[in-house]
């Protein structure tokens, strides 16, 4: 066996080895099953919080409706009080008593925060809890579970999945077969900059793995809370009339209503109560002085969104192109040029269905590529539509096609639609060299769009209405928040932001 064969095998090896080790790992480390308790009203002389609870309901996965539990646990402790003026629950409300609140724990203290940055001192809606960003969403949602994981720690419930010995064993290992893989391709011949690539996609593969299963497990004591809560659980769920309750009645139920948020029974108020990135197309905004909700809706498919002067002259070009092209190629197609020769003309190139796809996806692809939207992905949708096996007969229609003088049906509809788009991003290029409208409102969402230099779109609230169309902000322009209020310079045809003035970040 040669050198770089041995380095390969002792790589392949030792990365079996690895992965054994790492599902031993996993057994050994797995939680116990839960002992349910018998069913009970008592919290026990000193209760865990709600959003400890939430970590132990969930198997110390995840903290699952752990800030929800909070704000009830909050409101019944007399710090929030949640009202509902109607009989809807998404419309109640959420205000801040001013009672102290000097020993609370880091994650009630966030969650505190985050309402009073809302609420402030009128009070807000319970759906304007949520985020407006995904990003900051995740960022505060991340750091909430990391301060309940940290008190669950603190009060012996909750441990790290792998010790710092295993852990660290796992992380230095898991470069081993790397090295074996990396060495084996030097002394086979190949570059050290190909060895070292062969090196790092098993350590990267490994090293993924392993941290998505750090994490928490139980202890001991943590498997006896975890199962007198599931006895809470059980007396909760046996109350019909407990889990469609809203969260105004907190103030019937105290306590019961966040443990019961926590232990996943009362679905409904946690639900309301999201933390969040929120609805896209809903969102609450107190801009112009009174909260209400403002529906948004983003203009995916209207042609021409976004797009500058030169843009839009590029795409009037692949329109025209499309309608001159489709017209020109009806016009001078004879029926002469399907005539098959040869003692098997079922294998003719010259097939009518061919020769008619030939030409459809040669005006598409020139017109995809003056419009800037050619891709590889366009070469393989061409590639299939012009596959031997999709023209088996020349019967019909296509063969139909070649005989008949002018357009076909098809074509001609396709002729005027195409017509008609030159003529509408013509317009739009006119209208784009008028002056710019202003608007001063709070931004609501940014939204990203699939291509990265595509515009995003922009939600601004001015404050007169409560539905808005989404602004299209350029890929390089600058990141405006949500929450600034802006003034911005707009072109309405397009719905571009051509420039962005902050009044308040």
Not at 231 to 244: C, I, K, N, Q, S
Not at 268 to 276: E, V, Y
Request: aromatic letters at 8%.
């Amino acid at each position: 066996m040669t050198l770089d064969a041995q380095f390969h095998w002792g790589g392949a090896a030792l990365l079996a080895l690895w992965l054994a080790a790492f599902g031993l790992s996993l057994a050994a480390t797995r939680n116990g099953a839960v002992p349910t308790g018998p069913a009970t009203q008592e919290f026990g002389p000193e209760p865990e919080p709600p959003a400890v609870v939430a970590l132990l309901a969930n198997r110390w996965r995840s903290v699952d409706h752990a800030a929800a539990a909070t704000l009830l646990d909050l409101a019944a402790r007399g710090l929030l009080e949640l009202r509902q003026p109607a009989d809807d629950p998404a419309q109640s409300t959420v205000h801040l008593t001013g009672k102290d609140a000097a020993d609370l724990t880091p994650y009630e203290r966030r969650v505190l925060d985050r309402v009073t940055e809302r609420a402030g001192t009128s009070g807000a809606p319970i759906g304007a809890i949520a985020f407006r960003a995904e990003e900051r969403a995740k960022a505060w949602n991340g750091a909430l579970r990391q301060e309940i994981v940290a008190e669950a720690r603190l009060r012996g419930l909750s441990r790290s999945r792998f010790g710092p010995l295993l852990s660290g064993a796992l992380f230095l290992t898991a470069f081993g077969p790397g090295v074996l893989f990396a060495l084996g391709a030097v002394t086979g011949g190949h570059n050290v900059r190909g060895a070292v690539a062969v090196g790092i996609i098993p350590a990267a593969a490994l090293l993924y793995v392993l941290t998505r299963a750090l994490g928490e497990r139980a202890t001991p004591l943590g498997l006896e809370r975890a199962g007198h809560w599931a006895g809470v659980r059980a007396w909760l769920a046996a109350h019909e009339d407990f889990a469609p309750l809203p969260p105004a009645a907190v103030t019937v139920w105290d306590r019961y209503l966040g443990y019961g948020a926590a232990l996943g029974v009362t679905g409904r108020a946690a639900r309301l109560l999201g933390f969040d990135a929120g609805d896209k197309r809903r969102v609450w905004s107190s801009y112009g002085g009174a909260w209400r909700p403002v529906r948004i809706r983003y203009p995916r498919l209207r042609p021409g969104f976004g797009s500058t002067t030169p843009q839009l002259l590029q795409l009037a070009g692949a329109a025209a192109l499309v309608a001159v092209g489709l017209l020109l190629f009806a016009i001078v197609r004879q029926p002469d040029w399907a005539v098959t020769d040869g003692p098997d003309p079922s294998h003719s190139l010259r097939r009518p269905g061919l020769l008619l796809c030939l030409g459809w996806v040669f005006i598409g692809l020139l017109a995809l590529l003056l419009a800037g939207r050619f891709s590889r992905w366009t070469l393989f949708l061409a590639f299939l539509a012009l596959m031997p096996g999709n023209f088996a007969s020349s019967k019909g229609w296509m063969s139909d096609g070649m005989e008949r003088p002018g357009p076909l049906p098809g074509e001609t509809v396709a002729i005027a639609c195409f017509g008609v788009l030159t003529v509408y991003y013509l317009a739009l290029v006119v209208l784009e060299r008028r002056d710019p409208h202003t608007l001063t409102g709070e931004v609501l969402r940014m939204e990203p769009r699939k291509r990265e230099d595509a515009p995003r779109f922009l939600a601004l609230d001015t404050g007169d209405a409560d539905r808005t169309v989404a602004w299209a902000l350029p890929a390089g322009a600058p990141e405006v928040l949500p929450g600034s209020v802006v003034r911005l310079a707009v072109s309405p045809a397009t719905r571009v932001v051509r420039s962005a003035e902050f009044v308040t970040a």
